[in-house]
C-alpha cells in the first residue's frame, strides 16, 4: 500500500535526520528523529528485500538515528552501558530467536492450513529484527544518560505534541482521512473503531486512535514534568501545555490512556520523587510477572468487566473479549513456554469449525501475550526486562543521590506506556528511547551554580559525577 510520497517519505528520512543532527543538539536531534518519524511517516509501508527484515518508519529512523549519533556525537560521549544485567538481557533479547527456531522445525497442519516450521534464515531474520528494534534502547543509554539529555526529550516531546495538536483536532472533527488523502493507505476496518461517542478518535499518520492517545498521555507527563522543574515551552509555562494536552487526550476518546495517565499524573505530582520511584518499582514487578498473576487467577478480571460494565456495555464487551483472546493465547503459549512458537502465526489458536472451515479465533492485541507466545519466557523477560529495568536502575541511584525531575518525569512515561502494553501493542522506538535514557542514568552535578536562570539559553550543562553501576 502507498503511494510515492509514502515511499518518498520513508527514502528521505535518512536525510531528515542527517539535517536534525547538524542543527540540534544530539540528544533532541536522537529524540526529534524517531518521535518525528513516529508521527509523521507513513504506516503499513515498508521495503521487503530478501534476507533483511521490513525497512519501514520504525526501522529506517532507528538505523539512521543509531549510525549518525555513533559517529556525529562529540567525541568521548558515546559509552556503552556497563551493567551487566543491562547487557546479558541485551544479548538475550537479540539472540533468543535463535533458540526459537531450533525448537520449531516442524510444521503445523490444522485443516486446511500449514503452518511451516522455522529454518536458519526465519533466525537470522528475526534476530536482525531484534537487534534494529534494540537501536534506540543503545542509543538512549549511551548519549541519553544525563539529567540535561532528559530534559530534553521532555522538551521535544511536548513541542511534537503541541504541533500535532492541529491534524489530531482535524481528525477529530471530520474523522481519520489524513494518512488516507496523503499517502493513500486506507485504514480498512480499524476506521470503524475509532468511532465514538458520535465523533472520532483521531489516527493521523501513527496507525490507531490508542496510540494517539497514548502519544498524548506520555507528551502530558512531560509538560507535567517540566512544570515541577519549573521549565518553559516556547515561551509558554509548562503547566499550560499540560492543560492543553489533557484536554486533547479527553477529546480523543480512549478511556485507558485518560485514566491511566489521569492516575500517574496525580501520583506524579503529589508524591515526593523518592516514593513515586519505590512504587513505580513495585508496579514495574508487577508487569514483568503479569503473564504468571494472569494464568494463575491472581488478576481479577470478572470483578473488572463487571465494574466496566457499570459505566458503560459496549467498553466491557470489548474487554471481554480482549481477555478471552488472552485465555486462549496463554494456553497456546504454554505448550511450548520456554522459546515460544516463532512466527508466521504459529502462536495464534487456528481451530476446524463445525462446517469444516479452518479458522483463526484470536486476535494478538497486547504485547505481553505476543511476545510470550512468540519467543516464550526467555523471550518475554528479555523484552520486559530491559523495559523495567530502569525502576530498578533508579531505585538503587536514589539512596546514594537526588534523582533529578526530569528523570522521574521519564520515569512516570515510561511506566505509562508499560501499562499500555498489557492491552494494546504500543511498544515503539520511542518506548526503548525512553528506557535506554533512565537504564544508563549518571547522577550529574553542576560544577558551579550558573549565573542564568535554569530554562535560559546557554545555562550551564551539569558534568557527570559517576558512572552507572
Not at 519549573?230 to 484536554?247: H, Q, S
Amino acid at each position: 500500500m502507498g503511494n510515492i510520497i509514502a515511499s518518498g517519505a520513508l527514502l528521505a528520512w535518512p536525510v531528515v535526520t542527517l539535517v536534525l543532527f547538524l542543527t540540534l543538539s544530539t540528544p533532541r536531534a536522537i529524540t526529534a528523529s524517531l518521535l518525528w518519524a513516529y508521527l509523521l511517516l507513513p504506516y503499513s509501508v515498508g521495503f521487503d528485500f530478501k534476507g533483511v527484515p521490513t525497512l519501514d518508519k520504525s526501522s529506517i529512523p532507528s538505523i539512521t538515528t543509531l549510525l549518525l549519533a555513533f559517529c556525529l556525537a562529540p567525541p568521548g560521549a558515546f559509552r556503552w552501558p556497563k551493567s551487566p544485567w543491562f547487557n546479558l538481557l541485551l544479548i538475550v533479547y537479540v539472540f533468543c530467536p535463535i533458540l526459537t527456531t531450533m525448537t520449531n522445525p516442524d510444521a503445523l497442519t490444522v485443516g486446511e492450513v500449514t503452518l511451516p516450521g522455522l529454518t536458519f534464515y526465519d533466525a537470522f531474520s528475526a534476530s536482525a529484527e531484534k537487534a534494529i528494534e534494540a537501536m534506540p534502547l543503545i542509543a538512549g543509554a549511551a548519549l541519553l544518560r544525563s539529567e540535561t539529555a532528559h530534559r530534553d526529550v521532555l522538551l521535544v516531546f511536548v513541542v511534537a505534541a503541541l504541533a500535532y495538536s492541529a491534524p489530531i483536532l482535524l481528525e477529530i472533527a471530520r474523522g481519520p482521512f489524513l494518512q488516507a488523502r496523503i499517502y493513500h493507505v486506507d485504514p480498512g476496518t480499524w476506521y470503524e473503531q475509532q468511532i465514538r461517542a458520535g465523533g472520532f478518535r483521531a489516527i493521523v499518520f501513527i496507525g490507531h486512535g490508542l496510540l494517539v492517545s497514548a502519544f498524548l498521555g506520555l507528551a502530558f507527563l512531560a509538560a507535567l514534568g517540566l512544570w515541577r522543574d519549573k521549565w518553559r515551552v516556547m515561551g509558554l509555562p509548562a503547566i499550560l501545555c499540560a492543560v492543553w494536552l489533557l484536554v486533547m487526550l479527553v477529546l480523543n476518546k480512549s478511556a485507558g490512556a485518560l485514566i491511566t495517565g489521569t492516575a500517574l499524573a496525580l501520583l506524579f505530582v503529589f508524591l515526593r520523587p523518592r516514593r513515586f520511584i519505590g512504587i513505580a518499582l513495585v508496579v514495574a514487578m508487577m508487569i514483568v510477572t503479569y503473564p504468571v498473576l494472569r494464568g494463575n487467577g491472581f488478576v481479577p478480571t470478572a470483578a473488572i468487566q463487571s465494574a466496566i460494565s457499570s459505566v458503560s456495555s459496549e467498553r466491557a464487551a470489548s474487554l471481554g473479549f480482549r481477555l478471552r483472546n488472552e485465555d486462549m493465547l496463554l494456553h497456546r503459549a504454554n505448550q511450548r513456554p520456554w522459546f515460544g512458537w516463532g512466527g508466521y502465526a504459529r502462536n495464534h489458536v487456528i481451530v476446524v469449525t463445525e462446517w469444516g472451515e479452518t479458522k483463526d479465533v484470536t486476535v494478538t492485541d497486547g504485547t505481553w501475550v505476543i511476545a510470550i507466545g512468540t519467543y516464550g519466557w526467555i523471550g518475554y523477560l528479555s523484552t520486559f526486562g530491559l523495559l523495567c529495568y530502569p525502576f530498578w536502575h533508579l531505585f538503587r541511584m536514589r539512596r546514594r543521590s537526588a534523582i533529578s525531575m526530569a528523570s522521574v518525569t521519564l520515569a512516570a512515561m515510561l511506566l505509562f506506556n508499560l501499562l499500555d502494553l498489557i492491552p494494546n501493542s504500543s511498544l515503539r522506538p520511542i518506548t526503548w528511547l525512553i528506557a535506554g535514557a533512565l537504564s544508563g542514568l549518571t547522577i550529574m552535578r553542576a560544577k558551579q551554580a550558573p549565573s542564568i536562570a535554569p530554562g535560559a539559553p546557554g545555562a550551564a550543562d551539569p558534568i557527570p559525577a559517576q558512572a552507572p553501576a
